[in-house]
């Protein structure tokens, strides 16, 4: 995979107390910084706004209101991409933002404007560093429409900058063939290659692709890559290190091929 889009979620970034997680943000940059250095392309889709924001403001409890939560993802998106930009600056790695919405995809001329983008920032070997624009769309906080933590925007992501291989970094080692949440016996499943009603079926209770929830979400992503011949892992991001594994073809997490 010469192209690569990795996405971090924001439980690989802020401990469950709601300190941020300084040393995973430091192994990202790491990470992604080795494989920009080795020639590859890499843009990176980050979570966590609104955990940053929060952490500024030392609240506890996401509020309700959605203008309550677009401020704190105001607040924490600059603070992120802060301490972003401090440890990519520290292994030598010069990163950019893009702050986008889904439907800047959907119309020709600012899709063209944000390939353009694209291109330029990975052709100057610096990574990209993408995340929902909280204060335009709030597709990701509005629960009724969730999109799922930027889920689907790393997929069309992928997608339109003809990426070979989405690496998605979450809290669970990879998809279960159950909730392993709730069920001790759920196994893991290490390679799918077929999406379908039964697979949403394994995602969750509510076992329809229209439910929300974490698994839901990735697992529309991976069909929609899948469909387009590309591939998507999903992992354990508690230490980013394991995308070096991944991309060594080690059987870690779960393929969708
Ligand atoms: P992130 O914030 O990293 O995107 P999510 O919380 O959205 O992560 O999604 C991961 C969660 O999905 C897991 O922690 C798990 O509780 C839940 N889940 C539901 N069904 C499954 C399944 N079949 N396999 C793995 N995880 C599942």
Same mark, same amino acid.
């Given at each position: 995979?010469?192209?690569?889009v990795?996405k971090?979620?924001?439980?690989?970034?802020?401990?469950?107390?709601?300190?941020?997680?300084?040393?995973?943000?430091?192994?990202?940059?790491?990470?992604?910084?080795?494989?920009?250095?080795?020639?590859?392309?890499? +843009?990176?889709v *980050?979570s966590?706004?609104?955990?940053?924001?929060? @952490?500024? %403001?030392?609240?506890? #409890?996401?509020?309700?209101?959605?203008?309550?939560?677009?401020?704190?993802?105001?607040?924490?998106?600059?603070?992120?991409?802060?301490?972003?930009?401090?440890?990519?600056?520290?292994?030598?790695?010069?990163?950019?933002?893009?702050?986008l919405t889904h439907d800047?995809f959907?119309?020709?001329?600012?899709?063209?404007?944000?390939?353009?983008?694209?291109?330029?920032?990975?052709?100057?070997?610096?990574?990209?560093?993408v995340?929902e624009?909280?204060?335009?769309a709030?597709d990701e906080?509005?629960?009724?429409t969730r999109f799922g933590d930027n889920d689907q925007l790393s997929a069309i992501v992928t997608s339109r900058?003809?990426?070979?291989?989405l +690496?998605m970094? *979450?809290?669970?080692?990879?998809?279960?063939?159950? @909730?392993? %949440?709730?069920?001790? #016996?759920?196994?893991?499943?290490?390679?799918?290659?077929?999406?379908?009603?039964?697979?949403?079926?394994?995602?969750?209770?509510?076992?329809?692709r229209?439910?929300t929830?974490g698994?839901v979400t990735k697992l529309l992503a991976a069909e929609r890559l899948?469909?387009?011949?590309?591939?998507m892992?999903?992992?354990?991001?508690?230490?980013?290190?394991?995308?070096?594994?991944?991309?060594?073809?080690?059987?870690?997490?779960?393929?969708?091929?």
């Amino acid at each position: 995979a010469n192209r690569i889009v990795v996405k971090i979620g924001t439980s690989s970034l802020i401990y469950p107390s709601g300190e941020i997680n300084l040393r995973n943000i430091d192994q990202l940059a790491f990470v992604l910084s080795s494989l920009c250095n080795q020639g590859k392309q890499v +843009i990176l889709v *980050s979570s966590g706004a609104i955990g940053v924001g929060l @952490n500024q %403001l030392s609240l506890t #409890e996401r509020p309700a209101s959605i203008a309550a939560q677009q401020a704190l993802a105001s607040i924490g998106q600059s603070k992120l991409i802060m301490m972003f930009s401090q440890r990519f600056e520290h292994y030598g790695q010069k990163i950019g933002q893009l702050l986008l919405t889904h439907d800047v995809f959907d119309y020709p001329q600012s899709r063209q404007n944000v390939l353009n983008t694209f291109d330029e920032l990975l052709q100057q070997r610096i990574i990209p560093v993408v995340n929902e624009n909280d204060s335009v769309a709030v597709d990701e906080l509005d629960h009724k429409t969730r999109f799922g933590d930027n889920d689907q925007l790393s997929a069309i992501v992928t997608s339109r900058t003809n990426s070979d291989l989405l +690496i998605m970094l *979450s809290d669970i080692d990879g998809f279960y063939d159950m @909730n392993p %949440l709730k069920n001790p #016996e759920a196994a893991l499943i290490s390679q799918v290659s077929q999406i379908n009603q039964e697979t949403f079926n394994l995602a969750g209770d509510k076992g329809s692709r229209f439910g929300t929830g974490g698994m839901v979400t990735k697992l529309l992503a991976a069909e929609r890559l899948i469909n387009e011949n590309r591939q998507m892992v999903l992992a354990n991001g508690r230490d980013p290190r394991v995308i070096f594994n991944i991309l060594d073809g080690e059987p870690v997490g779960t393929w969708f091929t």
